[in-house]
């Protein structure tokens, strides 16, 4: 039963990448599975909780790849490179679910009413995720290595590096391979938020 469910989020994650939440339907979905509405009706009541579903999936994988791979006893500039390096890793990898998480930041810009969209769970997760890395940089900070600047807009300035240098790959040069992106991002990245600026 596990398993079904498991092949339901990978298509619907699959289908909401390349069409908007909007333009994809639960028959869609169950057409494109070969199953009947009612065998999706029994994992998934709705299509929004279908949606709900899959970006939590998504977002989980990207935590734990990138937490699997930040190593907190390193230095604080080490751990931005393995931060890029995991994400570009997982969206390489993951190629349907950085295009999915794309396109729900530019289907759903009301972020209160994403944030009442998922449960308590996942935004713990989230918050637990944000502040490992916010902690990192203010204590990249009291070192002098980052700007003295609020860290929110740092992880901004990362996050936002890799997500801009990420789909004008996708869409420009789609063979190429999202990893060779890394050391380009990193530098670019510690350009901008580096103390000695």
């Not at 298509?11 to 009947?36: C, N, P, W």
């Not at 931060?83 to 950085?98: G, K, P, Q, W």
């Not at 918050?127 to 902690?135: E, I, N, P, V």
Request: charged residues 25%; proline residues 2%.
């Amino acid at each position: 039963m596990r398993n079904r469910r498991q092949e339901i989020v990978n298509k619907a994650r699959e289908l909401f990448s390349q069409r908007s939440f909007h333009a994809v339907s639960l028959e869609d979905i169950t057409r494109s599975l070969g199953m009947g509405k009612s065998t999706m009706y029994h994992y998934f009541a709705t299509k929004h909780e279908l949606w709900s579903e899959v970006i939590k999936d998504t977002v989980a994988g990207l935590y734990r790849c990138v937490l699997t791979h930040v190593t907190a006893d390193e230095s604080y500039d080490t751990q931005i490179f393995q931060l890029v390096s995991a994400i570009l890793t997982y969206f390489e990898d993951n190629r349907d679910s950085f295009l999915l998480l794309l396109r729900e930041r530019m289907d759903f810009l009301d972020l209160e009413e994403i944030r009442q969209q998922f449960d308590t769970q996942f935004w713990a997760e989230y918050d637990r995720f944000m502040d490992h890395f916010r902690s990192t940089i203010e204590a990249g900070q009291r070192t002098g290595g980052f700007a003295p600047v609020d860290p929110d807009l740092i992880l901004a300035n990362i996050f936002g590096t890799i997500n801009t240098a990420a789909l004008t790959t996708v869409v420009t040069e789609p063979d190429k391979n999202l990893t060779e992106l890394i050391d380009g991002c990193y530098q670019i990245i510690m350009g901008g938020i580096g103390g000695k600026g």
